[in-house]
């Protein structure tokens, strides 16, 4: 009965990350929907998106890298913080709307997707369903 409870607790543990991961990859391409609008109004919308949720998106997976021992934690968080700097930036600047702005953050979204969310999340996502894994065993 105990590896049951075991497999199911690593179930719903691995369904959980994998839904944070998830709410990443979503708001990012709403956010970068938006700035493909390009009016005042929606370029501010997907920054506020960004910069209202992505900090709370960063701290759970910050804490599933924390409990698991991610050996890379360390830099991946200060990815995190650089990006966050970034997007307050653009949402400073948006409030001017310069011509480019939209362009710029679109590019630098799709950029940091494709290195960050497509590429750095990944490598530590089978480091982490290994651990969850040796975890469930223990108990």
Do not use: C
């Not at 996502?125 to 975890?135: E, K």
Request: glycine residues 2%.
């Amino acid at each position: 009965m105990k590896k049951a409870v075991g497999g199911q607790r690593l179930k719903a543990n691995i369904e959980k990350f994998e839904r944070q991961h998830k709410k990443i990859s979503e708001l990012m391409d709403k956010a970068i929907e938006l700035m493909e609008k390009t009016d005042p109004e929606s370029i501010y919308e997907a920054l506020a998106i960004i910069t209202n949720n992505f900090n709370t998106v960063f701290i759970e997976e910050e804490k599933i890298l924390r409990q698991y021992d991610y050996p890379e934690y360390t830099a991946h968080k200060q990815s995190h913080k650089l990006f966050i700097k970034q997007m307050l930036y653009f949402r400073r600047g948006s409030e001017e709307v310069t011509e480019n702005i939209a362009y710029n953050v679109a590019r630098y979204l799709t950029s940091w997707k494709k290195s960050h969310v497509l590429q750095d999340d990944k490598e530590y996502f089978s480091f982490i369903r290994v651990q969850m894994f040796l975890m469930a065993q223990k108990s």
